[in-house]
């Protein structure tokens, strides 16, 4: 089992910048991937950014590409999500989760084993 705890949602104006973190606990030894997704009011939950715990390697969705950075520390079991340049169409709640996979990184909900609690994110325009 591993458990993941979101934080550092909140809200602000279009263009700035916020860093989420998400801090996983429990079985943490294991090669996973840790992503996060959002879901706005009415949509679908999606996938925003992935990183691998082995290799590092990270995987962005078009939107967010060049404004997003998503980063680890396996010390402290800790991924976080830098969002930059932020605009209105960013409102959502954000979720980290992982998946026990190695070698890729998925972007399907479905594949993910373990979800947090998401922390709200609202960019005013």
């Known amino acids: 089992q591993v458990q993941l705890v979101e934080s550092g949602g909140g809200l602000l104006q279009a263009g700035g910048s916020l860093r989420l973190s998400c801090a996983a606990s429990?079985?943490?030894?294991?090669?996973?991937?840790t992503a996060w997704f959002r879901q706005a009011p009415g949509k679908e939950r999606d996938f925003v950014a992935g990183?691998?715990?082995?290799?590092?390697?990270?995987y962005y969705d078009d939107s967010v590409k060049g404004r997003f950075a998503i980063s680890r520390d396996n010390a402290k079991n800790t991924v976080y999500l830098q969002m930059n340049s932020l605009k209105p169409e960013d409102t959502a709640v954000y979720y980290c989760?992982?998946?026990?996979?190695?070698?890729?990184?998925?972007?399907?909900?479905?594949?993910?084993?373990?979800w947090g609690q998401g922390t709200q994110v609202t960019v005013s325009s």
């Open positions: 990183i691998s715990k082995n290799s590092g390697t990270a």
């Open positions: 989760a992982a998946a026990l996979i190695w070698g890729r990184i998925p972007i399907r909900r479905a594949e993910y084993n373990y």
């Open positions: 429990g079985r943490t030894g294991s090669s996973y991937v």
